[in-house]
């Protein structure tokens, strides 16, 4: 007994110590504490997938903190989400500065910080900790409830098909009554599951045609499992698929019958094994689809060792379906000769409306997308807001783009025109012969600007702007646009008459490396100035100026 009883006395005592010491050291987890009643994760979806940018923390008594500064946080985990080095190595760098802002309103501190991946990273999660508050130290395990931009507006449902199949889906809808366009969205392989949410979340396929400030509807299908390499001889899978497509499609239709949807404006996207899906898709309903953006798609069309002509003879119903097909040239995951072999098939069966775009390891290589992450070709396709608007335009029926009160390409005619528009006017109007087969500068231009640039530069219209860019979203000044007039009008043999003289313009010094250009574009009678005496070389020329300046154009080529 008198052992047992120092026992107790022995546990007693550092039972007091614990607690004595527990109330020196807090626990440093903040919902665990009473100070702590809510903690919020606010985030949205980023390049690199879930981003967390504040935090919102309700404590009981918030006088407490009424001395609360940014320097007694320190938060740990917190990474841009591009997991991979150079030398293809996992890392996990903590920013150096956090970035954190603070702001108290009602019984709530508003953590604002530099957006981080949300939870952390492949080594480990965040960790927010205060040495002089530790009762507001917390991780994402006290995390009650988080709150993700765009992501909150979609519903998430079931439905049943005369298949029998059944289809967990996420719905966001146009907040519009009239009945307005659908995208239609398949994920990656990665974001299979019944979670509800890891497809809305692992990249900005669902979330980036509102953010871009399209009215549009968008679902998103999350699929149980993936399927397996070579579907199209796959016996077993590619049935399961064409059952799931289908079923989609009665879901499709059914938010058309409710005129939700607009039949007409229904677009296809899809990522990795979405990508290769949206193929299929395609293939099963081709005259569903108004417009598709398929990126780094799985190999679900035909064999990629192989010809082209096991493409065509698959993709043979789909040429009228405008397209923008985007890879990176060394995908590591999926072959990007999916998307070359596709690319071919399409256009020498006739697509007119169907783009291709490599983008080569030193490309993907300045984005950071080392190693494995050169699968993540998604980030620039969704970053092209050209793409998409491109799109936008597109409507099922007419194979062209809808009216929008704009002129050819985009172009506005009171708004600066950019060196891509030009390129492409130019391509189109002068009939120009196919440019060199990679796009000869080391920046990027958009999609339906690429090969045009391309036919410009070889015709020697236009030129890159030294350092081998081409910068095709810079306006054109006047002066430049003369330069620009001064080759064709050299490409034409356009030679000034014998009794022409020099036409004075105050503004333009004889010294100006544009003078002969503005010389010759006067006397041609192209570009004449824009009043008595001044040319106004640094104005940016206009959609409707460009207009005018094209038609001057074919009347000196026709006299």
Not at 94 to 107: A, F, P, R, V
Not at 187 to 207: F, S
Request: charged letters at 20%; hydrophobic letters at 40%.
């Amino acid at each position: 007994m008198k052992k047992w009883n120092r026992g107790v006395k022995h546990v007693s005592c550092m039972l007091a110590l614990t607690l004595s010491l527990s109330m020196i050291w807090p626990g440093t987890t903040g919902a665990e504490s009473a100070q702590v009643t809510q903690i919020q994760a606010n985030t949205f979806v980023g390049d690199p997938g879930e981003m967390v940018e504040s935090f919102d923390i309700t404590v009981a008594d918030v006088e407490k903190y009424k001395n609360l500064k940014a320097s007694d946080f320190d938060i740990t985990g917190n990474y841009d989400g591009y997991p991979l080095n150079a030398a293809g190595e996992i890392v996990q760098d903590n920013y150096e500065d956090d970035g954190i802002t603070l702001s108290i309103k009602d019984d709530t501190i508003h953590m604002a910080v530099k957006p981080f991946k949300y939870p952390g990273g492949l080594k480990s999660e965040f960790a927010v900790t205060s040495k002089t508050y530790p009762e507001l130290s917390f991780d994402q395990k006290s995390v009650n409830q988080v709150k993700t931009r765009t992501v909150d507006e979609f519903e998430k449902a079931q439905f049943t098909a005369s298949n029998g199949v059944t289809l967990s889906y996420n719905l966001k809808r146009s907040p519009s009554k009239e009945a307005k366009p659908l995208m239609v969205w398949l994920h990656g392989g990665g974001e299979v599951g019944t979670d509800g949410r890891n497809h809305l979340t692992a990249n900005r396929g669902t979330v980036v045609w509102t953010e871009s400030g399209y009215d549009t509807s968008v679902l998103a299908v999350q699929y149980p499992e993936n399927y397996k390499f070579k579907i199209y001889n796959n016996a077993e899978q590619l049935p399961i698929m064409q059952a799931y497509f289908e079923a989609q499609v009665e879901l499709i239709q059914k938010l058309v019958a409710e005129g939700e949807v607009d039949p007409d404006r229904i677009y296809l996207s899809g990522v990795s094994s979405g990508g290769g899906g949206a193929f299929r898709f395609l293939m099963q309903y081709p005259d569903l689809f108004a417009g598709a953006i398929i990126v780094a798609a799985k190999d679900t069309v035909a064999d990629y060792t192989g010809s082209v002509d096991a493409f065509k003879k698959e993709l043979k119903g789909i040429v009228d379906v405008p397209m923008w097909i985007m890879h990176a040239q060394n995908d590591p995951t999926t072959d990007s000769r999916t998307s070359s072999l596709a690319y071919q098939a399409l256009t020498e069966m006739g697509a007119k409306q169907v783009h291709l775009t490599l983008y080569d390891d030193a490309y993907m290589d300045s984005q950071r997308f080392y190693g494995g992450l050169k699968h993540w070709s998604w980030v620039p396709a969704f970053n092209n807001k050209e793409v998409i608007a491109s799109l936008f335009k597109f409507h099922k029926g007419t194979n062209e783009e809808q009216g929008t009160g704009s002129s050819e390409h985009g172009v506005q005619p009171s708004e600066a025109v950019t060196r891509a528009q030009i390129a492409v006017i130019l391509a189109d109007a002068l009939q120009l012969s196919e440019g060199t087969e990679d796009y000869p500068y080391v920046d990027r231009a958009p999609v339906w600007a690429a090969q045009a640039v391309a036919k410009v530069t070889k015709a020697g219209l236009m030129k890159g702007i030294g350092n081998q860019q081409f910068a095709p979203e810079r306006e054109v000044t006047r002066a430049q646009m003369a330069v620009i007039v001064d080759h064709i009008l050299a490409n034409q043999d356009w030679k000034p008459a014998a009794d022409s003289v020099e036409r004075v313009f105050g503004d333009v010094n004889s010294k100006h490396w544009a003078y002969e250009a503005i010389q010759n574009s006067a006397r041609a009678g192209v570009m004449t100035g824009v009043s008595k005496g001044k040319f106004d070389m640094k104005q940016t020329v206009t959609g409707a100026q460009l207009e005018q300046i094209m038609q001057r154009l074919e009347q000196v080529g026709t006299k």
